[in-house]
């Protein structure tokens, strides 16, 4: 299947390719490094990038967007770039400028989905996690359906052709379907999602909602040293996914990615290795039986690698609810 194709309908019209590369890398990776995977994966074939203001590397995704444009490997209209609203930014006025400035950095006149990267609100400023005297990070109040009708605007304003959200529980999810003069419903929410926490209950109450859920840490996160213990486990080494994967003869990997697919979720990978990023492409290529789609459904845990504790105790924290 050609990945290009393989792509799922937004409840808005517009269509995400169902394989994204994700761009994050942990503080210790130079920024220039997404300059050189970014080009490598539009190589291999993947036309949906998921950037973020947080990961402060937009600027360097965005020259290897344009360098792959002008060599004529893709065009711009066959892309499908994703930027997030970073969490000092949800005051109302604040979000057009947020996007602006993404904009700005990834050199493009538009991006075609934009979503609001954590529920929890910091205080605004250049800080990416503004931090008293003690380090504790300094949180802001903001309603969530403000920033959502900033958000609307964006669309309105054909700055992003979707909006969306990431990091909602249903709680969350329903305050903004259920905001009276509601214009556009988010398209997606991007969690975390792999067979440890494969969001079951939340998946079926997007579905029901025609939300489509983007799952990230898909292969079990780069486990980077500020969010994730060093304890957690390593799911690509997970016996049962390992099993799965000799069986089809396919790796852990691609195993872990087409499990997504196959529930109907979009999901990303990050890759910094040219051979792997071919291989996460290869996904289009085979089935798992449902037998081994219960044997992968059986491997949950409600496992989460990444908690966000820093913020645990704002009334908007995410994770306490049960999805
Ligand atoms: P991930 O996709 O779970 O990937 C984890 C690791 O898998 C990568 O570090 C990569 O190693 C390795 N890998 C990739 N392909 C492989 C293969 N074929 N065989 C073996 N190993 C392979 O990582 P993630 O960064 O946590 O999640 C993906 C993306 O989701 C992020 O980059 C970001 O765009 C997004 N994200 C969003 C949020 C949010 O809050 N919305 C949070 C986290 C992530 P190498 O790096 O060594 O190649």
Redesign the pocket.
């Known amino acids: 299947m050609d990945p290009k194709v393989w792509r799922v309908k937004l409840n808005d019209g517009h269509f995400i390719p169902a394989l994204g590369f994700?761009?994050?890398a942990p503080d210790k990776v130079p920024k220039s490094k997404a300059f050189e995977t970014t080009k490598l994966s539009l190589d291999a074939g993947f036309r949906h990038i998921?950037?973020?203001y947080a990961?402060s590397n937009e600027r360097e995704v965005g020259l290897a967007i344009r360098s792959k444009v002008e060599d004529g490997t893709v065009k711009r209209e066959d892309l499908f770039c994703n930027s997030?609203l970073w969490a000092t930014c949800l005051r109302p006025e604040l979000v057009r400028p947020a996007l602006e400035k993404t904009l700005k950095n990834l050199q493009l006149d538009y991006v075609d989905l934009y979503i609001i990267?954590?529920p929890v609100a910091m205080k605004p400023g250049e800080e990416l996690f503004p931090k008293d005297e003690h380090g504790k990070v300094i949180v802001d109040t903001v309603d969530l359906c403000a920033t959502w009708e900033a958000m609307e605007k964006c669309k309105d304003a054909g700055l992003t052709k979707s909006i969306g959200v990431?990091?909602f529980n249903r709680r969350q999810l329903e305050k903004i379907l259920n905001k009276p003069g509601l214009k556009y419903k988010p398209v997606c929410n991007?969690v975390?999602c792999?067979p440890y926490l494969n969001q079951s209950k939340l998946l079926d109450f997007c579905k029901s909602k025609e939300i489509v859920l983007v799952a990230?840490?898909?292969?079990?996160?780069?486990r980077p040293k500020e969010w994730v213990e060093e304890s957690a486990l390593v799911l690509?080494e997970d016996p049962v996914l390992c099993a799965v994967a000799k069986k089809n003869k396919r790796?852990?990997?691609?195993i872990a990615l087409r499990y997504q697919l196959q529930r109907g979720v979009v999901v990303?990978?990050?890759?910094?290795?040219e051979k792997?990023?071919k291989?996460?492409m290869q996904v289009f290529q085979f089935q798992l039986s449902s037998e081994d789609m219960k044997l992968l459904d059986g491997l949950n845990r409600n496992f989460r690698?990444?908690r966000f504790h820093i913020v645990d105790d704002h009334p908007e924290y995410p994770f306490s609810d049960e999805y």
Request: charged share 15%; with cysteine.
């Open positions: 994700g761009t994050y998921d950037c973020a990961y997030k990267h954590f990431s990091n991007q975390e792999h990230y840490s898909a292969l079990g996160s780069q690509l790796t852990p990997a691609q990303l990978a990050k890759c910094d290795n792997q990023m291989e996460n690698y990444a």
